[in-house]
């Protein structure tokens, strides 16, 4: 929770709320319930709630004050859509964000449920309004609110500023099975940037449906002149950046070569940034042909007939090369 992050994919972390449920089977093994829950019932601890959701009002404002641009991983220790997360207070983080336009946000959800009835509420509620209300209530400053309605209302470049350009929105998708849950509600909500977290990957997923392909037109994101702009920003109607990892932790599962290899490759096809984040716990065999570790065979696991096992020989020794490189590739945001 700080402005440094050693998360591979961002610089920095920011947790305007803490605390979270499980939802999936991509949640058994949550470092950050594991993390919060040792300190439950320390007086004093910030984390003497342990998991439990708590707003932290006084963590709204940091990154407005980090004067170096930088991309921020919003909620490392909680979901901001989750459900007894205050409408009201969800709003201030979005205020926020439009306070900072230095930096790029990156959230990350397994509610995309209620992160599409959030945006679909706050256009009806007018976000430009809204946003900058909450702007003024957070700062105590009506310029920051004049601030935000200028961004949303026409944006640095005299572009439509909603939503929001340096706001990614993503989610976690584990196997195809929450693939075919959550992307289709990520498809639908308005975001200058989408992404998926393919992390702990412990299923093959199939992305043809949502990746761009070549040739592909642009639609647009206002075809009603409801916010009257027609045709100025397209919806990106696509995923526009894949993050792939491994699970760590001592109770890791074991993430496929060939799921990792299949996404690289979909993403190549398709033209789209793809991020290799890690392996986790366990390797491929293939890697390490000279090393003889704690090991099962790829059956075990359910993988099939395959030749290579997994060996477990730790996060830091697996590394994060696959084929021989790493993958570090970011999507471009439209300004």
């Not at 058994?28 to 439990?52: I, M, P, S, V």
């Not at 990154?63 to 641009?69: E, I, N, Y």
């Not at 209300?133 to 209302?153: H, Q």
């Not at 037109?217 to 526009?240: A, C, Q, V």
Request: hydrophobic residues 40%; neutral net charge.
């Amino acid at each position: 929770m700080s402005d440094k992050s050693k998360i591979e994919w961002t610089d920095a972390t920011w947790n305007p709320v803490t605390g979270c449920t499980k939802v999936s089977e991509g949640c058994r093994n949550c470092y950050a319930l594991t993390f919060a829950e040792r300190w439950r019932g320390t007086a004093g601890h910030y984390f003497e709630k342990g998991f439990d959701i708590v707003m932290r009002p006084d963590k709204l404002l940091e990154p407005v004050r980090w004067r170096r641009p930088r991309k921020v991983f919003v909620n490392s220790m909680s979901d901001l859509f989750h459900r007894e997360i205050p409408q009201d207070y969800i709003d201030k983080v979005f205020a926020v964000m439009a306070l900072a336009p230095q930096h790029e946000f990156q959230l990350l959800t397994k509610r995309p449920e209620r992160m599409l009835h959030y945006f679909q509420g706050l256009e009806k509620r007018g976000a430009r309004q809204l946003l900058a209300d909450a702007a003024e209530a957070i700062t105590g400053d009506e310029n920051a609110g004049i601030f935000v309605a200028n961004r949303i209302g026409a944006g640095a470049s005299s572009k439509p500023g909603w939503p929001l350009k340096n706001v990614w929105l993503g989610v976690s998708v584990e196997n195809h099975k929450a693939a075919d849950e959550r992307i289709p509600l990520l498809i639908q909500t308005p975001a200058a940037v989408r992404w998926l977290s393919c992390e702990p990957l412990i299923g093959p997923v199939d992305l043809s449906k949502w990746l761009m392909t070549p040739g592909w037109t642009p639609t647009y994101y206002d075809p009603d002149n409801i916010h009257g702009y027609p045709n100025s920003e397209p919806t990106n109607e696509f995923i526009n950046w894949v993050v792939v990892g491994g699970e760590s932790g001592h109770k890791a599962r074991p993430m496929h070569l060939a799921w990792a290899r299949s996404l690289r490759d979909q993403c190549q096809a398709a033209g789209v940034p793809f991020l290799f984040k890690q392996w986790g716990e366990w390797t491929p065999g293939m890697n390490f042909p000279d090393f003889i570790p704690s090991s099962i065979s790829a059956s075990d696991m359910g993988f099939g007939n395959d030749l290579n096992n997994v060996w477990r020989v730790g996060k830091k020794a697996a590394g994060r090369e696959l084929d021989g490189r790493t993958w570090d590739e970011y999507p471009e945001v439209r300004v």
